[in-house]
């Protein structure tokens, strides 16, 4: 005759127990959970006991404190989104002239809230003359990385030192203005084109805005982007503030902000699974409520990316763009790096 099961022998999978602790933690009601379970053929009491040994658990008990911490720190989220959402314009980033550095910093930069800033690019000696012709007669020669073949590989930003190949910049600039529109080729800042010694002449025709940039740390905090209309940088967000100043064509920014990292409900990393210009509302229902910013950089301007915001950016033609990391204040932070923790 065979032995009779002991009462609390708990003998549902890690996959059971697992879903059961996420719900208990997520809060959903314990009547839904229970009924589930008997649903899947559970017996009524070793539902009971599976509950009772998860919540008595060391580890639940641990993450029931996590989860308060947690919980403080979305409602500071909470607390900004709905101030966010007062303001008159809370869709709108504003655009800026004249603006000195002091003003900058204390009204942008301290605030981590984004800004164009119409009059730099446009004093610089490179503005109006850097285009895809004068690339390709100056500096035609000079070898780059450049990033290719990302159309037929979906995680292909994260994926840009596989997909680098060395190319003389005057052919490539022949292969963007043979694209059309296009994805699949891409000089962007991994590639760490301007830190090349052979380019350098290209920052004798750029004016640092005094004060805001810092001229001793250039060498590793300059980026130069370079690529056909169509390319597309997905959702992401950097560590360190960001000017991103566009010298040729025109580039759509969408920009969430870090206090709204909950509703895109998947990070990988320092990416989102979300295409904010075509959200999956289904995958990710919470998106709806993220107040997504939409800038489109004209020639000439300059985009200020605070620190944490989480852009995803559509070149609308050709462009030429160089983006600077090396601000006159503190621009590191312990930020979230993937792999790290
Ligand atoms: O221009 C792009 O494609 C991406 C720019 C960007 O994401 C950045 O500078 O952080």
């Excluded at 960001?242 to 998947?266: C, D, H, M």
């Excluded at 699974?273 to 800038?295: C, G, S």
């Amino acid at each position: 005759m065979p032995r009779r099961r002991p009462r609390d022998r708990l003998t549902l999978s890690p996959d059971w127990q697992r879903w059961i602790a996420d719900n208990l933690l997520a809060g959903a009601p314990h009547d839904e959970i229970i009924a589930t379970l008997l649903g899947h053929g559970v017996p009524r009491a070793e539902v009971d006991a599976q509950i009772a040994a998860i919540t008595a658990s060391p580890a639940y008990v641990a993450a029931q404190r996590h989860l308060r911490a947690a919980r403080r720190l979305e409602l500071v989220a909470r607390l900004h989104r709905q101030l966010d959402a007062t303001r008159a314009r809370p869709r709108a980033v504003e655009r800026c002239a004249g603006l000195d550095a002091e003003a900058f910093f204390e009204r942008y930069y301290a605030t981590n809230t984004p800004v164009v800033l119409t009059d730099v690019v446009t004093a610089w000696a490179a503005f109006g003359r850097w285009t895809p012709a004068y690339l390709k007669e100056r500096f035609g020669d000079v070898e780059v990385m450049a990033a290719m073949g990302r159309a037929s590989d979906p995680d292909y930003d994260m994926h840009t030192p596989a997909l680098s190949r060395p190319v003389a910049l005057g052919d490539f600039v022949d292969r963007v203005l043979a694209a059309g529109e296009s994805n699949d080729l891409y000089l962007v800042a991994n590639n760490r084109n301007s830190d090349r010694a052979a380019l350098r002449p290209l920052f004798d025709e750029v004016t640092l805005p005094a004060g805001l940039l810092d001229p001793a740390r250039l060498a590793g905090s300059t980026a130069l982007w370079f690529g056909p209309g169509g390319t597309v940088t997905p959702l992401h967000h950097d560590t360190s503030n960001i000017v991103f100043g566009n010298l040729y064509g025109e580039k759509r920014f969408l920009l969430v902000a870090p206090w709204e990292t909950a509703l895109l409900q998947s990070t990988r990393g320092v990416y989102s699974l979300v295409d904010p210009e075509r959200p999956d509302l289904d995958r990710f229902p919470a998106f709806a409520r993220a107040n997504v910013r939409d800038v489109v950089l004209a020639p000439g301007e300059m985009l200020f990316i605070p620190v944490g915001w989480w852009h995803h950016v559509r070149a609308l033609s050709v462009s030429i763009n160089l983006a600077f990391t090396n601000f006159a204040r503190d621009n590191a932070y312990d930020w979230f790096r993937p792999g790290e923790r």
